[in-house]
Nanobody, 120 residues
Framework: VQLQASGGGAVQPGGSLRLSCAASGSIFSIDTMGWYRQAPGKQRELVAGITISGSPSYTDSVKGRFTISRDNAKNTVYLQMNSLKPEDTAVYFC???????????????WGQGTQVTVSS
């Protein structure tokens, strides 16, 4: 199972970006999917998560600005980021809880990370 993240970049404050993360491989099903971020010198933190049924959750600092969604048919999770602030600058990672064909039970898989830079 592999997760491929894309969509990062550099934007000015107030701008928008949309991150995508597609899972591929021998996947039976995917449970929770989520986005994390890690800024320089800081611990990785959960930004947003979404259940298999589409129920989202957000860390307080992004509520009202970020929207997480998923397409189960494409095994893909998205993060729409609006009204970006300099403090949103970080490497963003996707994570999926996967039931794979070749393993027993649910396992966590991470994407490679994509850089988001918010600066004027």
């Amino acid at each position: 199972v592999q997760l491929q993240a894309s969509g990062g970049g550099a934007v000015q404050p107030g701008g928008s970006l949309r991150l995508s993360c597609a899972a591929s491989g021998s996947i039976f099903s995917i449970d929770t999917m989520g986005w994390y971020r890690q800024a320089p010198g800081k611990q990785r933190e959960l930004v947003a998560g979404i259940t298999i049924s589409g129920s989202p959750s957000y860390t307080d600092s992004v509520k009202g600005r970020f929207t997480i969604s998923r397409d189960n048919a494409k095994n893909t999770v998205y993060l729409q980021m609006n009204s970006l602030k300099p403090e949103d600058t970080a490497v963003y990672f996707c994570k999926a809880e996967v039931f794979a064909m070749s393993t027993i039970g649910r396992h966590s898989y991470w994407g490679q990370g994509t850089q988001v830079t918010v600066s004027s």
